[in-house]
């Protein structure tokens, strides 16, 4: 236990001493994408850490978290839904359709050339009346004001109702994938997340209808009870706090919106924490990491491995979805450029490497401890590199010394990686 407050307590003087070097604002930036990506690692965790999955597909997750408070909270665009969205939900009902009844058809009919045929004539048929339907109203939609629109927008809704609809959408993505694959061997789990994940993003892309693809959708509203800076500038109340505490209007408004997200977050981090040290240390905790150590053995006792795989698969994805939702809600906007597998999917491995696998608590230490160096480095690097080359002529190798400083971080990632696995291989704090 003194081990483990004294590494949170190392982290925390990490985060004081960039506030006190370098600025109060860029610590409580950096903390709280640290504590959406301690949450991040905690649903991996789950995953990996209690059934021992391998999944390579949380950035599909963290996307559709983002995409839902596109959904939900940005402003509808009332043209655009009336020159083709009626049509838009027909043609994707259609599609629907045209699954279940390859799916129904696959299930009743005797295996031969016959039901190869007719699962073959469903789908191609199906799949060119599904475009006939739908391209025409995408195209209207996306031909309103492409400018600033181009697309169905959201529902107008609280930003905050968002989360769990990013939790929803990833938790629906997993338990597709997972009962095509979960039967199957785990490197079969990590090519098909993998997959989906980069076609999620390729969708997101490329829809303009959506969320205007890589035109990117800005200005989406922010959690309750959040203010903008600019409204809490005009407050008389506000300024004279400032104004006693000896800060600036504009640097105190900052602040004071980043603290208000990093008592939301730590909210939810608490909840999730909660949640999941209950359901880890009560009888079916224990049951999924009896699965995850001797699958065989558990089948035997009469376990059903596949399902209570996909139920753990389901439930880390969305932890993740939230986590997701809550960055973009953060953030403000939606660019479907800054999902990369780098960032948002073997980043959050490395959080729960180092962390520790299989305890909670190591997950958020390694969310906290990366999302802290991951960042820094970017910050500090090109100024530290600028002390280190300070002797050096001026030139092209100087130059190009301080344009790549920011990519230090990788070298500095895995270089911790490889000190963990080497004096601690079961993570800062292994599990118990």
Do not use: C
Not at 276 to 302: C, F, K, Q, T, Y
């Amino acid at each position: 236990m003194k081990r483990n407050l004294s590494l949170f307590a190392a982290v925390g003087v990490l985060f004081l001493l960039t506030g006190m070097f370098q600025s109060w604002n860029l610590a409580l930036q950096i903390l709280n994408i640290g504590v959406i990506s301690a949450i991040m690692a905690l649903g991996v965790n789950m995953q990996w850490g209690y059934a021992g999955l391998f999944s390579t597909g949380i950035m599909g997750s963290v996307a559709l978290g983002g995409l839902a408070v596109v959904i939900v909270s940005s402003k509808p665009v009332p043209e655009a839904w009336a020159a083709g969205g009626p049509r838009l939900l027909l043609g994707l009902g259609f599609g629907i359709a045209v699954l279940f009844a390859a799916i129904f058809a696959h299930r009743k009919m005797k295996p031969g050339r016959a039901r190869g045929w007719t699962l073959a004539a469903i789908l191609i048929g199906g799949f060119f009346a599904y475009r006939a339907i739908f391209d025409p109203a995408a195209d209207a939609i996306e031909a309103f004001n492409p400018a600033t629109a181009g697309n169905i927008g959201g529902l107008g809704l609280p930003s905050l109702l968002a989360w769990p609809v990013g939790g929803l959408f990833a938790g629906l993505a997993a338990w597709a994938i997972g009962k095509a694959v979960l039967g199957l061997r785990s490197d079969y789990l990590a090519i098909a997340t993998l997959g989906i994940a980069e076609i999620v993003l390729a969708v997101m892309k490329n829809e303009d209808w959506l969320a205007r693809g890589v035109k990117n959708i800005i200005d989406l509203p922010r959690p309750w009870p959040v203010p903008y800076e600019v409204d809490l500038q005009k407050s008389a109340e506000f300024l004279k706090l400032s104004n006693d505490w000896g800060l600036d209007a504009t640097q105190a408004s900052t602040i004071f919106v980043k603290l208000l997200y990093l008592l939301i977050f730590t909210v939810v981090l608490l909840a999730v924490i909660f949640l999941s040290e209950r359901a880890l240390n009560s009888p079916w905790g224990r049951m999924m990491r009896a699965i995850r150590d001797n699958e065989v053995a558990a089948s035997a006792m009469g376990k059903d491995v596949t399902a209570r795989h996909l139920q753990i698969f389901v439930i880390g994805s969305v932890v993740v979805g939230i986590a997701g939702a809550m960055l973009t809600s953060m953030e403000g906007q939606l660019t479907p450029n800054s999902y990369t597998p780098l960032r948002f999917t073997f980043l959050i491995w490395v959080m729960v490497i180092v962390g520790g696998s299989g305890n909670n608590w190591g997950a958020v230490l390694g969310g906290l401890l990366l999302g802290w160096l991951w960042l820094i480095v970017e910050n500090a690097g090109p100024v530290a590199m600028g002390y280190i080359t300070m002797p050096m002529p001026d030139g092209l190798l100087k130059d190009h010394l301080i344009t790549a400083a920011p990519h230090l971080r990788l070298v500095t990632l895995g270089l911790v990686l490889l000190l963990v696995l080497r004096f601690s291989p079961k993570g800062l704090i292994p599990e118990k």
